[in-house]
């Protein structure tokens, strides 16, 4: 099952996967809340998908799944390329992690190996996870909760309280509860320090 809330993305990926003839995709979804709704419908053997999509996003939909079916095997496919979304997903319960610049062989060989049980990380990926443990040092945002982590996301990124709400599907008053949260955690003091924490950590390109 492929998830994504792009329609040409996900039309192109499945021409990808469908060129191998042990891949069929028998499902698709445009959200978290599809996707689950799929899922149980469906009961793919492997569900590739995307993590930052519109209402309850892609980690969450995660242990949503899991919490229906622990035996979902989820491979998640990312245009992120740091080492804190992979450590989060996986955290979730994900089985694996690539980025959508990998080659076409690599998530093939992905979805195989998530199929038979097996976990998957990309190796850039997995690198910097690796650098990142053995220097020890704690990322600053491993404190937020995954809503948090959305919202922080999203701040960083430059969007206002409003446009974060419409996208995930709060209230403004319940984003404005998560930034000051942020804030507190952090030791942030408004919006910049944010996206300059997101910069420090690798989330956000300079």
Do not use: W
């Not at 960083?156 to 804030?183: C, M, Q, W």
């Amino acid at each position: 099952m492929l998830v994504d809330d792009h329609a040409v993305v996900r039309m192109g990926f499945k021409m990808l996967l469908e060129s191998d003839q042990d891949i069929k995709v028998i499902a698709e979804a445009e959200s978290g809340e599809a996707a689950i709704k799929a899922y149980v419908e469906h009961h793919p053997q492997v569900v590739v998908m995307d993590i930052t999509m519109p209402g309850i996003g892609g980690m969450e939909a995660i242990e949503r799944i899991l919490a229906k079916d622990n035996h979902a095997r989820i491979l998640v496919l990312s245009a992120h390329e740091d080492s804190v979304h992979p450590k989060r997903v996986l955290n979730a319960g994900a089985m694996g992690y690539v980025t959508k610049r990998s080659a076409a062989e690599e998530l093939i060989k992905a979805i195989r190996s998530v199929a038979q049980g097996k976990k998957y990380i990309e190796a850039s990926v997995a690198q910097q996870m690796a650098i990142q443990q053995l220097s020890g040092e704690q990322n600053p945002v491993d404190v937020l909760s995954e809503r948090e982590f959305e919202v922080f996301m999203s701040l960083a990124r430059g969007k206002s309280t409003n446009d974060i709400a419409e996208t995930l599907f709060l209230s403004p008053r319940t984003v404005g509860t998560h930034l000051y949260n942020i804030k507190q955690k952090l030791n942030a003091q408004n919006s910049a320090e944010i996206a300059l924490i997101a910069m420090r950590c690798g989330l956000l390109e300079p």
